[in-house]
């Protein structure tokens, strides 16, 4: 029986590689057009990081946690996602104290979850946060990253949402009714949503069962229980994205599913993708930092899923295939193939974007040009016998009608010309 992975966890594989490459670079490139710099962080935490920022209550703590006891009875968790590392990270390592940091980083995160497609156990984000900022300025600019992002990827099919979550004490006011309106409507509750209701209620509020949309449209309006500081904040972020030509709905029921969010949070939303249509999801924690016990620190970001934005990149675009060598090398002999390492390293040094591949393991002239063509390179440089004798290199044209072309050896400018025109 053929080995497997575990379920929801997937190899990446050179063929689909190559999009998912190709987008990095390109956001990389962009973010740090903004100004943010790269942190890496461990895959691991201890469990109590999670726990405390993420909160209790909600789905990712309760049920979708890889944790596990290591040698030393400690609690260690695999991180389901990077805000909680990140901010810790500020913290640990002094980063954040009378400083500003904007902060990229990428790479697995891991949550028990049923897997579907854009849906798995390990999956990939790319992170971007801007912690010791008050905003709404930095809110509106991190947003404005977003737009120029699809621009540049050539992403259409997606739209913004957006919602102000208020303070603390607009948080646990509107919990309090929130409780009691879906208490007085608990014979219309699904079983999910019974069990959140005292934990978490304003993830019903994210509910997609149909049968308790009508009771969930008239329930109380996170809305109507802002503070004046966070409406003034969240109006001044819609006139900057506004007038910055972005296009926006305001969600009053987009409340996020981590605990320490509050006022911004958004979500970049596409139709696309079937049921998995969250993109690029953020907002604002300002109190994040402090819980985790460092001082307080005024923070906002957002997390991509690199997976969904694969898929939704490839929906309108071709996919991007995986690298093929510019140069297949055919050998005649030893001696042949000493020549061959030499006119590798040769050509490498000359330009390191030359991807060439050095025929391994002999073969005929006639079974290493079939080796060749598979490659998909684009050229053939043959060394036999008579280029060896008379000092030049023959190059056949894998890809084009014309046939050959003969090149003095030594001559490897004209052969870099020729593969990377
Ligand atoms: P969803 O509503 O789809 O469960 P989420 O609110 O749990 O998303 P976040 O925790 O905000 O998502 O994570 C940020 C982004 O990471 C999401 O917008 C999505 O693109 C991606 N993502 C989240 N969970 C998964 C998963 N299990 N598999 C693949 N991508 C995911
Ligand atoms: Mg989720």
Redesign the pocket.
Known sequence: MKPRTIRGINDLLPDNLGTWRYLEEKIIQIVESYGFNEIRLPIMERTELFKRSIGEGTDIVEKEMYTFNDRNEESITLRP?ATASLARAGVTNGLLHNQQQKLWTMGPMF?Y?KPQK???RQ?Y?FNIEAMGFIGPDVDAEIIILCQRMWKQLHIDQISLKINSLGDKKTRSDYREDLINYFSSHEQQLDENSKNRLHQNPLRILDSKNPEMKSMIDKAPLLSDYLDSASIDHFEKLKEIISSAGIEFEVNPKLV???DYYNRTVFEWETDALGS?G????GGRYDGLIEKIGGRPTPAIGW???M??LVSLYELSNEKISKLSPHIYIVVDGEKSQRKAYKISEELRDLNPSIRIQLNMGGGSFKSQLKRADKSNADYAIIIGNDELENRYLSIKFLRQKRDQIQVPLGDYKQIADLVLN
């Open positions: 996602e949550r979850e854009g849906r798995y999956f984000q996020r599913g981590l998995q969250a993109v690029c999801s997390a991509m899923g997976e969904r």
